[in-house]
């Protein structure tokens, strides 16, 4: 009963609140990339090439495979945003549910099934520009925009061992809406409004695959590739107009993603590792086969180190924790003032058990910094934390009486 | 068990970490719409066609006035009769209808001669849509003369023949009223009286009645009357086409409607349309224009038309709720549509016209109030100014995406 409330929660879980970043605005896009790790990963910057028998990985599905009984891990993150152009300072915080997982051992340590929900993009902001008109007398235009939506990618996965080596493959199924409400008010000699709405509904079917090494000596290898999507793009309008109303399909295309991680073990409780993320928005997003201006090749190179918690049973507290600390440096998958967009961040996370080797929660934090003033016109700062809850629990196990 | 409520406990606390309000975010130079979605144009239309048609005869029935006069081809007359009588056990001395004078035009026309009849025939309040009342002609002689100072508004006392009003008592069958005509030689004024409808100006009759100790007067203001407004049908008269083909005309009393088209294909399908105001300058070389009417108006749309406007459908909207047509008023010598009828003008009517939902053969102009009395407003056609034709003004967003 309670695990199916638990449930229950977990599938209400998808709120979202205002303020994401500006860098998200961007013409005929979908949003803010978010390329979103556990709070472990995001506390550490690299999650590619962890080995964790409690907490599923979100980045590499084929080390689902170090999990012993059924696994869970949920995620909810917190941004706030600290926005500077040329002329004002903004401010805008959101909370989000940032993913979960579910994986069954089908073999305990050799074929696992799971699945989850991941967003992978995110706009929330308004807009309010004014524009003047000279028609003999001035007309103002107040022209206000919400942009608010995003795209999400729920997972269907098998995972399969050999010997030291894992695969997965997953079937990936990328949908989400992104609304553009335009209000338009208008001031000449009388005050008037017209209104714009457009709903913008992607769907389209994916696939992913995952490789896992943990061969040789201390040295764990991760790979993930994810080839380019075509999702239906189906825009509804909503204005005084029959004719704009009509509703408009046509593909966009996500580019290919490549991934790579590496992680070292200097001993049982010491490691460090690198992810690296490839994505080339810059000829690879299209709309009806066509490239889109203001796009430019995503890359994010992650480093960190993590100083795990110790397996022994009668250990104090602080030996119980996992510390994170982590580097990350990224080009963003837009231009602004057509020129790149760099972001930078320090992370730090750390762990705490809620029962030893079975369930745990992480906690994350990121300051870092995207954008430049100089060169796009605009730069924000944030500050993003992150909590993972994970659990392992003998689910859907047959237990003898 | 409790590590399983902590757990349950830490995903509900989570999933109520909310976020704070959306802020307003105002536009800066380094983040503005650079006209995303479109942008806004006034653009001016002319019409195509025009015309005035005379229409059937209007019902007076409701009309607060009673007409009296001649001018310009225009004749007018009245009918009026009492419904109640004093007992007839008591003697009439005398009798006399007093009338209100509410309005005249007239051109420098000091007086106005009336000759005052007995009505032969029975008549219903809509007596201005019988066909046989129009240059109803007394076969009978005036039972009283009147003349009648144009200006003078105060009560004038009409002596009737007590012998007449002792008929009417007699037998209800020959009480058909008196009929009001203008003499023959009377032209260039039209006076007005109040009507029953009238709620301050209404006619009354007085009855002086004797009785064995004293002289009583009973005062009556219940009763029927209704002006008949006649025009000749031959093509002659100040509404002749053929020499008015440069002029537009709407009329009350005599019915006259202009009819405006225009070629709605102009505007873009993708116009998203806040405004329209029509444009049509007026003739100031009239004295037709009753002081006492006033001078509003309404376009109305007119779906279906043969080919000479003999026969045409207005939108049926328009005639069955009044607050829907748009109105227009005189402004710096033109007839412009009203400021609180141009947004609905345009996205009630035309919008629909360039969407395609709705047909328009022809825009239908006409006085608000055209049963009541006679006026005329005269309008430069698209002969007559073809610097400034009849125009309408379209303040619309263009979508661009």
Redesign the interface.
């Known amino acids: 009963m ?1 695990r199916n ?2 449930i229950s ?2 599938l ?2 998808n ?1 979202s ?3 994401e970043s ?1 860098f998200g ?1 961007v ?1 005929n896009g979908v949003g803010f990339l978010k390329t979103i790790n556990s709070a472990a990963g995001q506390g550490r910057s690299y999650e590619m090439a962890v080995n964790d028998s409690v907490q599923l990985n979100y980045r590499n599905y084929a080390n689902w495979t170090s999990i012993p009984n059924t696994s869970f891990t ?1 995620k ?1 993150g ?1 941004d706030a945003i600290f926005s500077d ?4 300072d ?6 989000n ?1 940032q993913g979960g997982y579910l994986a069954i051992p089908i073999l305990q340590r050799k074929l696992i099934l799971g699945g989850g929900i991941q967003p992978i993009s995110k706009v ?8 003047s ?1 000279d ?1 003999g007398s001035t ?1 103002v ?1 107040k ?1 206000n ?2 942009m608010d939506g995003g795209l999400d990618r729920a997972l269907l996965n098998l995972s399969y061992r050999f010997n030291m080596l894992s695969f997965s493959l997953g079937w990936e199924y990328t949908f989400g809406n992104i609304t ?1 409400s ?1 209000v ?1 008010d ?1 001031e ?3 005050t ?1 409004q ?1 209104y ?1 709405n ?1 709903d913008n509904l992607y769907s389209g079917h994916g696939m992913v695959i995952n490789a896992f090494s943990d061969n040789i000596d201390n040295l764990n290898l991760g790979v993930t590739i994810r080839p380019a999507v075509d999702l239906d793009l189906e825009t509804k309008g909503d ?6 109303d009509k509703t408009r399909k046509s593909t966009v295309t996500l580019p290919a993603e490549y991934n790579f991680g590496i992680e070292y073990q200097f001993s049982n409780r010491l490691a460090a590792g690198m992810d690296v993320m490839y994505q080339d928005w810059k000829n690879g997003y299209k709309i009806d086969g066509n490239k889109v201006e203001n796009y430019e090749k995503y890359y994010k190179i992650g480093v960190g180190i993590e100083r795990k918690s110790s397996e022994k049973r009668f250990i104090s507290l602080g030996q119980q924790i996992d510390y994170r600390m982590g580097l990350y440096l990224s080009q963003l998958n837009i231009t602004k ?1 057509d020129e790149p967009v760099m972001e930078y961040g320090l992370s730090l996370g750390f762990s705490l058990p ?2 030893r080797f ?2 745990k ?1 992480d906690f994350s934090g990121i300051v870092g910094k995207r954008g430049s003033l100089s060169t796009n ?2 730069e924000e700062t944030f500050v993003s934390f992150g ?1 993972s ?1 994970s ?1 392992s629990e003998k689910w859907f196990v047959k237990l003898d009486k | 068990m409790k590590s399983k409520l902590i757990l349950i406990s830490i995903v509900f606390l989570a999933s109520l970490w909310g976020c704070s309000d959306l802020e307003d975010t105002p536009s800066s130079a380094e983040f503005n719409l650079n006209d995303r979605y479109g942008s806004f144009v006034i653009d001016t239309i002319y019409a195509v066609k025009d015309t005035f048609i005379v229409g059937n005869y209007a019902d007076t029935d409701l009309s607060e006035k009673l007409s009296v006069g001649k001018i310009d081809g225009i004749e007018a007359s009245f009918v009026i009769k009492v419904l109640s009588f004093p007992d007839s056990t008591l003697s009439l001395d005398s009798a006399y209808i007093l009338l209100t004078g509410v309005g005249t035009f007239s051109r420098d026309i000091q007086n106005i001669d009336l000759k005052i009849y007995e009505v032969e025939k029975e008549w219903e309040k809509d007596v201005n849509l019988d066909e046989t009342w129009h240059y109803y002609n007394p076969s009978t002689d005036p039972i009283v003369n009147y003349s009648v100072n144009v200006d003078d508004t105060t009560e004038h006392k009409i002596l009737i023949d007590p012998e007449v009003v002792l008929g009417w008592r007699a037998s209800q069958e020959i009480n058909n009223g008196l009929y009001f005509k203008a003499a023959e030689n009377t032209d260039g004024v039209i006076k007005e009286f109040g009507s029953f409808n009238s709620s301050t100006s209404f006619p009354k009759m007085v009855y002086v009645m004797s009785t064995d100790t004293s002289t009583v007067r009973d005062t009556i203001d219940v009763g029927l009357d209704a002006t008949i407004f006649d025009y000749p049908g031959d093509g002659s008269g100040v509404f002749d086409l053929k020499s008015n083909e440069d002029k537009l005309f709407v009329s009350s009393g005599v019915l006259v409607h202009s009819f405006f088209k225009f070629d709605f294909a102009e505007i873009p399908k993708t116009a998203l349309i806040d405004q329209v105001i029509l444009e049509v300058e007026t003739d100031d070389d009239n004295d037709l224009e009753n002081p006492g009417h006033s001078a509003s108006f309404y376009i109305r749309s007119v779906t279906e038309a043969s080919q000479d406007l003999s026969t045409y459908e207005i939108d049926s909207l328009f005639t069955l709720y009044a607050d829907l047509n748009y109105l227009h008023s005189e402004e710096d010598g033109k007839l412009v549509t009203s400021e609180s009828s141009r947004s609905s003008f345009g996205k009630s009517l035309i919008q629909l016209i360039v969407d395609g939902s709705v047909t328009n053969e022809w825009l239908y102009l006409q006085y608000i109030s055209e049963l009541t009395d006679f006026s005329v407003k005269k309008f430069r056609g698209l002969e007559s100014y073809v610097n400034h034709p009849p125009r309408i003004i379209v303040k619309y967003f263009n979508v661009e995406r």
């Open positions: 309670k409330i638990l929660l977990l209400l879980l709120m609140y205002a303020g500006m605005l013409d949920i909810f917190y152009d040329l002329t004002n903004y401010y805008g915080d959101a909370g549910f929330e902001q308004r807009i309010v520009d004014e524009t008109y028609f007309t235009i022209e925009l919400l553009e335009l338009l208008i000449d000699e009388t008037s017209l714009l457009y204005s005084n107009s029959e004719i704009i003032n809620i029962q079975r369930s929660i016109g605009l909590i809850v659990a």
